[in-house]
């Protein structure tokens, strides 16, 4: 009986260590375009698991999710992943894209935040509900300036550089920043 | 809209929905809506009339062709012939298209893009609040995720026709222009002849547009009021989108944005 255990799956203890390195090695992967921000630090990372079967025991399998639907960045960073798996060493890697749960801005970890706000982007606020926009001009909240931190800043466009910011600019220190949008 | 190897949002087991006519009929409609329109918006690039202004066409754009990669996908997965994306995208002619006819319309003045975005912006909120409920599973995923960018597309229409529409004199003009030049599109968008079949097939999956008119004219109606633009009354009205009847600019459209993947078939970047 020994013996057969011993060929057989590795004992959970194990595979639970193999599955948080996995974790850890695909979390620790950067954003493309924020590449200060990891994908743990984003909460696009929704599950890593290995399979489970004698066919697909070597397999990690990695769920992610788009924070935008059209953005741009969601296939490079499938394969950012499968290629930093597989230099941990992983045999084979699958990586999928769910659209639900919707990714939120809420996701984004308290270290996410602080090294927006290093790195030059204002963090998201809290989330508004979907429909509760503003209609007047001019009456959205203020946005910090991740530079200076005045308070005396200017939304220029609702959109910016990348689907997931909007373009301000500081009144203080006249600097422009992007701020990511909660959403 | 090269094919990634990522598996586009399914939640649906691809066994359970396959060959089934009428969902695939429906989602390509959506689907074509948000693809067209990319397309035209996408046509503003370096011709907005300020920097902020092809950064934010540019970026609606980049959303609704990530619906449009979703919903396509999804299409022809449904409809169990091996289509890809691509394929509904670049190998389908016009008459196989089955997108409303507003989405289609040529840019023209900036401010007849705003007013069609503020039509069909605030309609494709009201639909996609709908289909949260939907019992397909994809199509309440994609839902979900829509419409947080949708917010965003209306909010985006939404100050610019107050601008315009409550701005000087000549873009007061300009915006009554253009809210004449689409309001005989609007019927369409509420009309459920062309899809009956489709809402009979897939009760509680598919939306009656019908039953979308009175959210949507509750969010238009007092946004006109308020940018002091009388809502048009048109004479004629659009119909058959649904059913590949389109205006002659769809063709033309097509032709652009088909070209490079007829002449290279199955070319990347």
């Known amino acids: ?183 | 809209m090269t094919t990634t190897p990522t598996n586009t949002a399914s939640a649906n087991p691809a066994s359970s929905t396959t060959g089934h006519p009428a969902l695939a009929q429906y989602v390509t409609g959506l689907g074509d809506d948000a693809l067209v329109l990319s397309h035209r918006l996408a046509e503003w690039i370096t011709n907005a009339p300020q920097l902020e202004e092809d950064l934010a066409l540019a970026n609606i754009s980049l959303d609704l062709l990530g619906q449009a990669r979703t919903l396509l996908s999804y299409a022809g997965e449904v409809e169990g012939k091996g289509r890809t994306e691509d394929d509904l995208a670049y190998l389908r002619s016009e008459r196989e298209f089955r997108n409303l006819q507003l989405v289609e319309i040529p840019n023209g003045d900036f401010a007849v893009t705003i007013a069609r975005q503020l039509i069909i912006s605030a309609y494709q909120f009201e639909l996609y609040t709908a289909l949260l409920s939907s019992a397909d599973e994809t199509l309440a995923a994609l839902a979900a995720k829509a419409i947080k960018e949708v917010d965003y597309h209306r909010d985006h229409a939404t100050q610019w026709t107050l601008r315009l529409g409550d701005g000087t004199e000549q873009s007061h003009a300009r915006m009554q222009v253009a809210l004449e030049a689409t309001w005989p599109y609007v019927e369409e968008l509420f009309d459920p002849t062309d899809i009956a079949r489709e809402l009979a097939a897939l009760p509680g999956v598919a939306v009656d547009p019908s039953t979308l008119r009175e959210s949507w004219t509750a969010y238009v109606r007092p946004v006109l009021v308020e940018a002091t633009m009388p809502e048009p009354q048109p004479n004629r009205r659009s119909r058959g989108g649904r059913r590949g009847l389109h205006t002659e600019y769809l063709g033309h459209m097509l032709a652009e944005m088909q070209i490079l993947h007829r002449a290279h078939p199955g070319v990347t970047w």
């Open chain 1, 1 to 183: 009986m020994t013996a057969t255990l011993a060929a057989g799956p590795a004992p959970t203890a194990d595979r639970a260590t193999v599955l948080q390195r996995w974790r850890t090695v695909a979390g620790e992967v950067s954003d493309p375009e924020i590449p200060v921000l990891t994908l743990a630090d984003l909460g696009i990372l929704r599950d890593v698991t290995c399979g489970t079967g004698a066919a697909d025991a070597d397999t990690v399998m990695v769920t992610l999710t788009p924070t935008y639907t059209g953005c741009p960045a969601t296939a490079v960073i499938a394969g950012d992943v499968e290629a930093a798996l597989r230099a941990a060493g992983a045999e084979q890697v699958r990586v999928r894209t769910v659209l639900s749960p919707a990714w939120t801005t809420d996701w984004i970890s308290e270290d996410g935040r602080r090294k927006l706000q290093e790195y030059g982007i204002a963090p998201p606020g809290a989330c508004r509900p979907a429909g509760s926009a503003p209609r007047s001009i001019g009456l959205t909240l203020s946005v910090r300036c991740p530079r200076c931190g005045s308070g005396r800043t200017r939304e220029v466009s609702r959109f910016g550089s990348t689907p997931c910011k909007s373009h301000w600019t500081c009144q203080a220190c006249l600097e422009p920043f992007d701020n990511f949008k909660a959403i």
